[in-house]
């Protein structure tokens, strides 16, 4: 019996755990909190604080894992790459993981290689950021050089902006760095590339549609397939493709998130080396049959991944919609009741749906990825249509607050 570590075991880890373990596979799940729902899922649980490399891999040579992974979350990417590097098991490499979680060394390996991205310079104070703006120009976004989930992201509008929240964005990075770019206006989109012995592949590739205001690199719906098309559906799906290969992914699943502007042109916001969150995998496996958890065990594991477990099997227009405060299908307020999911399941069209909302917490105005609280995804004929049946299913879902 071969023996997995998964990095992390959380809400997002968990139902990836379960798959394991019904694999047959034997589980050692690691996480900082000794409540983390996975940990209870897993085999052998240990409440080890991820980030010390030298404790995961303590826990990872005294099972005698036969590989490592991680869903989800980024922050253990570079520790899966570290771990499995140390102890001669499948790897990204330390390398590659380092390219592909720090956004300005990820930048300047892009801009080598020429793939299209925004302007950027590397921000570790005032007098730098100052600088930054007058190179990318207004409007920019600032964000920690690493971090995710749209903690201390912000646009920029003016030189004040950036006074008020480089603090904040320098405060989540572990290095003390940040970056600013040029904000590009256009449609934002995710794709999922399958890199198998250097061969990088295009699986899908979505609409992620983002609420106005404070919350604007919130994804809050996805739509599959994308809407743009001809030449520029040519051009983006190329450069997710060119972006993970630039980053030099050989084996390994990965992120990569494009904006479409009006002029025709396609940029790289960013691209990440794992599974993402925020129900990606659901869509992958709606809309084209392939389960990204099995491919991920089995990179993990060192194992074959052919074709059939690989390539779509078919295509499946769907959408996502987040329940999200308004404008999303939430109220804003302390939750006094939630309603039962079933009328959103039996809504025409949805093939999922779950909501992580509890009596008690105070739904607020999206600002990040953490204020989504549970999802509706629908299939349809069209895209168009699955997302209007998405939306109609999301109102179905009763929320009293107070
Ligand atoms: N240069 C940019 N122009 C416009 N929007 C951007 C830009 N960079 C980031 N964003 C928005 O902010 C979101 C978060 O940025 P990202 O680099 O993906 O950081 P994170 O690691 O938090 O996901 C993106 O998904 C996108 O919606
Ligand atoms: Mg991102």
Redesign the pocket.
């Known amino acids: 019996m071969k023996t997995v570590l998964f990095v992390g075991a959380g809400r997002h880890q968990r139902r990836a755990i379960l798959q394991a373990r019904e694999r047959g596979l034997r589980v050692v799940g690691v996480d900082r909190n000794p409540d983390a729902p996975g940990l209870a899922d897993s085999d052998v649980a240990e409440a080890v604080d991820f980030t010390d490399v030298d404790a995961v891999s303590e826990v990872a040579r005294r099972h005698a894992v036969d590989g490592a992974l991680t869903v989800s979350a980024?922050r253990a990417v570079p520790v899966v790459a570290a771990v499995t590097e140390r102890l001669g098991l499948p790897s990204i490499g330390t390398a590659c993981a380092h390219l592909l979680t720090h956004?300005i060394a990820m930048r300047r390996t892009l801009a080598y290689a020429g793939v299209s991205q925004?302007e950027?310079a590397a921000v570790r104070d005032r007098r730098e950021g100052r600088a930054a703006l007058a190179t990318v120009g207004l409007p920019?976004?600032l964000?920690?050089a690493d971090?995710?989930?749209?903690?201390?992201?912000f646009?920029l509008d003016s030189y004040d902006d950036l006074d008020a929240h480089l603090h904040v964005a320098l405060a989540e990075s572990r290095s003390g760095e940040a970056i600013v770019?040029?904000?590009?206006?256009?449609l934002?989109m995710n794709g999922i590339v399958i890199a198998r012995d250097g061969d990088a592949a295009l699986l899908t590739l979505s609409d992620?549609l983002?609420p106005p205001g404070i919350g604007?690199?919130?994804?809050w719906i996805h739509v599959y397939p994308a809407s743009i098309y001809g030449d520029q559906l040519e051009l983006a799906e190329r450069i997710a493709v060119q972006a993970v290969q630039a980053l030099g992914l050989r084996n390994g699943i990965a992120f990569p998130?494009l904006?479409a502007s009006r002029d025709g042109k396609v940029?790289v916001?960013?691209v990440?080396a794992r599974i993402p969150g925020g129900q990606m995998a659901d869509l992958v496996r709606h809309a084209v049959g392939v389960d990204l958890v099995e491919v991920a065990l089995r990179q993990a594991l060192g194992e074959e991944v052919p074709d059939e477990i690989a390539l779509p099997r078919f295509s499946q227009p769907l959408a996502i919609r987040f329940l999200t405060a308004q404008p999303g299908p939430l109220p804003t307020g302390r939750v006094t009741r939630i309603g039962s999911l079933d009328p959103v399941l039996a809504g025409e069209g949805v093939v999922q749906a779950d909501t992580y909302l509890q009596v008690g917490e105070t739904i607020r105005p999206v600002r990040l990825?953490g204020d989504r609280r549970g999802y509706v995804i629908a299939v349809a004929d069209t895209n168009v249509q699955a997302l209007a049946r998405a939306e109609a299913a999301a109102q179905l879902l009763e929320v009293n607050v107070e």
Do not use: Y
């Open positions: 980024d956004k925004p950027f920019a976004v964000k920690p971090s995710g989930g749209q903690r201390g992201v646009r770019e040029a904000f590009t206006d256009g934002e992620r983002r604007f690199g919130v994804g998130q904006i940029v916001v960013e990440a990825d």
